[in-house]
């Protein structure tokens, strides 16, 4: 197990409304990347957040936003949700030094269902 | 752009034996790195293996070793000795500027008895 957990597991919305799912990043990391998998597909990065900073965004509309908390957790929301949100979100923590980093560890992911 | 594609949607083999999955990428970039995950059906990203561009040594992690042709620009995971819980998706990632991480559509793995 990487130490990246996830909240919650899963998730059922409606269109329409808002959704915000949860991380804590592995001890040591101080930066969380977000991404989302549609069923049979790889996964799409959205945004990175680097010492509470948005570090870099994916091409995902305003609707998706983010947060980084001081203990580095993290903070996925999305407005107005749409049929085609629904996927599994995967966060992933790292350590990055000066803006570079290596390996990125996974959680176990929010699958999330929009109807 | 940025790309990484892998062409197999699926592969079959028998334990004991050896698979390579393939691997492509696309950036302009000379500073990068590739990295190879596993995905079980449970849904978690498990790290296997990385690659960085300036790295002379092909990278190994135990049953698994990568393939690294620059000039091919092709990175290929050959994992040895395939066990039954090897059975997985395994998906290629490409490094983007040490943000993003480019994900191909993956191959799916299965190893019989």
């Known amino acids: 197990e990487t130490g990246v957990t996830q909240s919650p597991t899963h998730l059922i919305k409606t269109r329409g409304q808002q959704v915000t799912l949860r991380c804590s990043s592995q001890?040591?990391?101080?930066?969380v990347s977000w991404y989302q998998q549609a069923l049979g597909q790889g996964p799409q990065f959205i945004f990175q957040?680097?010492?509470?900073?948005?570090?870099g965004r994916g091409n995902f509309p305003p609707r998706f936003s983010g947060l980084q908390f001081p203990n580095y957790s993290s903070e996925l929301n999305v407005n107005a949700l749409e049929l085609d949100d629904s996927a599994l979100y995967l966060c992933?923590?790292?350590?990055?030094?000066?803006?570079?980093?290596?390996?990125?560890?996974f959680g176990p992911g929010t699958r999330l269902t929009v109807t | 752009a940025q790309k990484i594609t892998q062409t197999q949607p699926g592969m079959f083999v028998q334990e004991k034996e050896a698979v390579t999955l393939d691997c492509t990428y696309d950036?302009?970039?000379?500073?990068?790195?590739l990295f190879w995950y596993k995905q079980p059906s449970s849904g978690e990203m498990i790290f296997l293996i990385y690659?960085?561009?300036?790295?002379?040594q092909n990278a190994t992690e135990g049953r698994y070793s990568l393939n690294f042709q620059k000039a091919r620009k092709s990175a290929n995971l050959v994992i040895s000795a395939s066990q039954l819980g090897d059975s997985a998706m395994y998906f290629c990632?490409?490094?983007?500027?040490?943000?993003?991480?480019?994900f191909g559509k993956g191959t799916t793995l299965s190893v019989s008895s």
């Open positions: 992933a923590s790292s350590f990055s030094g000066s803006g570079t980093q290596v390996e990125q560890y």
């Open positions: 001890s040591g990391h101080n930066t």
């Open positions: 957040y680097y010492r509470e900073e948005e570090n």
């Open positions: 990632a490409l490094d983007q500027a040490g943000t993003a991480l480019i």
């Open positions: 690659q960085g561009s300036y790295d002379e």
């Open positions: 950036t302009s970039d000379q500073s990068y790195g």
